[in-house]
């Protein structure tokens, strides 16, 4: 089996609108895929409805956490969308993107950056606007060649000249919140030091003792080096270990199914859920 855990769509600030990443997925042979939008599941349904047949789409989140100043990333897995406290926290961290990426327009405007708000919101169209739109914006005016390279302190990266805040939720109540909806949590990409400062090892270990399930090893964000050592930590901690292509379409250079989950560990994340379960493809139109 071929499992991909970490896919975005136009939910959120991928290119692909849900329908086409699921045949997309297909086309690249994979027989699982989970949509992990970011602190939104608007994508589930048009997804489910064009699933095609002999692929597994399994439902989920990216949820924006912070802890100790630093910016992370929550997978949720097979949880109650509809769970009232979890669906709360996710529109609180939803609607604070819209005034943060208005406020990183102002901020490239006073750079001399001819940003506008209309070109973001018409790059992150029916999307949770995010900084990849803005980054994006930048790449259509000539200030940076690609996204990644927005992502510097020049830019927008954290504490970035063009870097604006906004609510992110403790991990710790992220992992309350996913138990208490029958999901099951990954830190994603744990170690992505590119994209700045990241979280120790002595907090992984906290949140492992407080319900964590996995860690994101195997992520074009992580070397070699970096992903051993990452495995020898969960084998510590008893974490489950995932691999995922953090596909985002034409946004990122990384391909569907570039790194792949384990089936025994896709295995054990259905087997804790108990929110939501994976659903198969009937052949989707």
């Known amino acids: 089996m071929r499992i991909d855990l970490h896919t975005h769509s136009t939910a959120s ?7 086409q990443l699921v045949r997309n997925a297909a086309a690249a042979g994979l027989d699982v895929v989970a949509l992990t939008d970011h602190d939104t599941t608007r994508g589930y349904a048009e997804a489910i409805g064009a699933l ?6 399994v439902t989920g989140a990216e949820l924006s956490c912070r ?3 630093i910016s992370m990333h929550m997978l949720a897995y097979l949880f109650d969308p509809e769970e009232p406290a979890l669906l709360a926290e996710r529109e609180l961290v939803r609607d604070d993107r819209v005034p943060r990426a208005r406020g990183m327009v102002a901020k490239l ?4 950056v001819p940003v506008t708000w209309e070109q973001v919101l018409r790059i992150a169209g029916e999307g949770s606007v995010g900084r990849p739109h803005v980054a994006t914006a930048l ?6 060649p690609t996204v990644g390279d927005a992502f510097t302190e020049d830019w927008l990266a954290d504490g970035g000249r063009a870097f604006v805040e906004k609510h992110e939720t403790d991990p710790f109540e992220a992992i309350r919140l996913v138990k208490a909806a029958g999901g099951v949590t990954v830190f994603a990409h744990p170690a992505a030091s590119k994209r700045g400062r990241t979280v120790s090892e002595a907090v992984i270990a906290e949140m492992a003792a407080a319900g964590l399930d996995g860690i994101e090893v195997d992520h074009m964000d992580h070397d070699p080096d970096t ?7 969960a084998k510590e901690l008893g974490l489950l270990t995932t691999g995922s292509s953090d596909y985002h379409g034409s946004r990122k250079t990384c391909v569907l199914g570039e790194y792949t989950t384990d089936p025994e560990v896709y295995g054990e994340i259905t087997r ?7 659903v198969p493809g009937t052949g989707g139109v």
């Open 227 to 233: 992903r051993a050592r990452l495995r020898g930590l």
């Open 52 to 57: 095609p047949e002999g692929l597994t789409l």
């Open 139 to 144: 790449v259509e005016l000539g200030v940076v």
């Open 109 to 112: 405007n006073e750079l001399g």
């Open 13 to 19: 600030d991928g290119t692909d609108a849900p329908a």
């Open 67 to 69: 802890v100790d100043g």
């Open 272 to 278: 804790r859920a108990t929110g939501a379960f994976p």
